[in-house]
């Protein structure tokens, strides 16, 4: 089986702890993971998630890079076509203006396991492409003019 990546980074502090919203985002990833391995088996491909702490020290300095996700080494964010933002978080993350994920009008504080789904089913689409087909076809169309390597009608 191929491996389709996915890394979550998050805030640790000292004790362990981590905010609500990266506690809601790692139960909807768990719930996501199970639900790719189902989808994804039959492809070839294997979801494998890795989880990064990111200590009290290197949040103060970037608090954005706080629940981040990657699918297959682009953001979950790009996938999406979505962008992301802060705003105030809670408890753990102080009065940090923490990462929120943009999608049309809606503003997500915690990644619903929708939205990981969709960016990962559309990564593994992209996995799933051949490499050379797009541009071969292209190139018989290029050489030749639209159509003519279509079979005829009757």
Not at 129 to 152: F, I, N, Q, V, W
């Amino acid at each position: 089986m191929r491996p389709l990546h996915i890394v979550w980074q998050r805030l640790v502090d000292s004790s362990g702890r981590t905010c609500a919203r990266c506690g809601a985002t790692r139960e909807a990833l768990e719930h996501a993971i199970a639900k790719l391995k189902g989808a994804l088996a039959p492809l070839g491909l294997e979801p494998r998630l890795e989880t990064r702490e990111i200590g009290e020290a290197a949040f103060k300095s970037d608090p954005s890079a706080s629940n981040r996700i990657w699918i297959a080494d682009r953001s979950l964010e790009e996938w999406l076509g979505a962008s992301s933002g802060s705003s105030r978080c809670c408890s753990v993350c102080g009065d940090s203006e923490c990462r929120t994920v943009e999608l049309g009008e809606t503003v997500f504080e915690e990644i619903p396991e929708e939205l990981i789904l969709k960016a990962a089913l559309v990564a593994a689409a992209q996995a799933l492409a051949p490499t050379g087909a797009a541009s071969a076809s292209r190139g018989k169309e290029d050489a030749c003019g639209p159509g003519c390597c279509l079979p005829a009608k009757r």
